[in-house]
């Protein structure tokens, strides 16, 4: 059975919502934060494919294959879904790989949610 990598954003969710628990709090946002970005890039990429849109490469390039596809469409909702891509790519960017992360971690895992489930939303809407 195929993973569903929305489950990626109920996990994202959970570590928002009680960020104290299982681990220590700003590793628990940035993990929700990590793991929304995924939730939507990976039904963005899956979504593409399976409609024979772009072809991913397993590659790291594949991150701005998909945020790319979806924001030079015509469609404004294909545009939209680029947009928060783009965005929460830059968000999961900054919590996987800065040693101080600026801003309130609180914060931007909440927008990476509210960001990913939007993106996830339009997806079904497609």
């Known amino acids: 059975m195929s993973?569903?990598?929305?489950?990626?954003?109920?996990?994202?969710?959970?570590?928002?919502h009680d960020p104290g628990s299982p681990g220590p709090e700003e590793a628990s946002l940035r993990t929700a934060i990590s793991r929304a970005y995924y939730a939507a890039h990976r039904s963005a990429s899956n979504l593409a494919a399976s409609r024979g849109e772009i072809i991913p490469a397993?590659?790291?390039?594949?991150?701005?294959?998909?945020?790319?596809?979806?924001?030079?469409?015509?469609?404004?909702t294909q545009q939209k879904i680029g947009a928060h891509l783009s965005r929460l790519r830059g968000n999961r960017n900054k919590a996987d790989y800065d040693d101080v992360f600026s801003g309130r971690p609180a914060d931007r895992a909440r927008s990476s949610v509210a960001l990913a489930r939007n993106v996830l939303t339009a997806l079904g809407s497609l």
């Open 58 to 76: 397993g590659l790291a390039s594949d991150h701005g294959l998909v945020i790319a596809h979806f924001q030079n469409a015509t469609d404004p």
């Open 3 to 16: 993973f569903d990598w929305a489950d990626y954003l109920k996990l994202a969710e959970a570590l928002t």
